[in-house]
Each structure stands twice: as structure tokens, then as C-alpha cells.
């Protein structure tokens, strides 16, 4: 490897440690009271249900054509805790309880994701759009 390689790789690493850094920061500094929050759980990109991440247990329940699964909302925040996929990645992506945390599982077409509604409209972090 030449210098020139080295300067190039060390410029992309601080490059991508620059974005992750911002990012971290602007999801770390959201404010929100425990309780505020609530999880969009979506089935093949329609929404299935909207659930509130409070301290109390509620577990839910989605079988479909696709598969069955067992989410679990408890201590402000959700987990998946059963799946019948072939392999298992949406258990190990664990509890989620902040803003922007997602849980999918590809092969039921599940996503659970977290969100602030009491967030500004203003906010420039949203999505343009889906490819």
C-alpha cells in the first residue's frame, strides 16, 4: 500500500465517523418524557397497529399469511419475542425504546419502529422518500 491509499482510507473512516457521530447526536438530544412515545408496527407495508410503550405488559399477537409473531411492550419500551421465521435476526435485535429503533423481520414483512408523536412537523429528519 502507498501513502496515497493510506490518506484515502483514513479519509473515508473519519468521513463515515462524521456521519455516524451527527446522527447519534441528533437522535441523543430529542426530548421526551417516558411514556410519550409509541410503536408503528407495520404488516407488508400497511399499518397493522399503533401501541403506546408504557410500563405496564401487553403482548401482541400477528399471525398472517406470511408468519406468526409475538411482540411484547413493557418498560416504555418493545420486543419480539417469538418469530417462526427460518432464522430468527428480528429476536436478536432485542428491546427498542427511542426514537427511530426499528425491529423487522423480512420474512413475516413486520416492522416496528418507535417514534416521538408529539415531534415537530418541522423537523428535517423525515423521509423524502421509499425505493
Known amino acids: 500500500m502507498k501513502r496515497g491509499d493510506i490518506l484515502i482510507i483514513v479519509i473515508a473512516l473519519l468521513a463515515a465517523g462524521l456521519i455516524y457521530g451527527m446522527k447519534w447526536w441528533d ?6 418524557q417516558q411514556g410519550d ?3 408503528i408496527i407495520t404488516v407488508d407495508g400497511q399499518e397493522y397497529k399503533t401501541v403506546s410503550l408504557t410500563k405496564e405488559e401487553q403482548i401482541i399477537d400477528i399471525q398472517t399469511k406470511f408468519g406468526h409473531n409475538t411482540l411484547k ?14 432464522l430468527r435476526i428480528a429476536l436478536e435485535m432485542g428491546f427498542i425504546s427511542r426514537p427511530k429503533q426499528q425491529i423487522i423481520c423480512i420474512p413475516a414483512r413486520i416492522m416496528v419502529e418507535v417514534f416521538n408523536p408529539n415531534k415537530s412537523e418541522n423537523d428535517e429528519d423525515e423521509l423524502d422518500a421509499i425505493i
Open 27 to 32: 437522535s441523543s438530544n430529542e426530548q421526551y
Open 37 to 39: 412515545l409509541k410503536a
Open 73 to 86: 411492550v413493557f418498560d416504555y419500551g418493545i420486543q419480539m419475542t417469538y418469530s417462526d421465521a427460518p
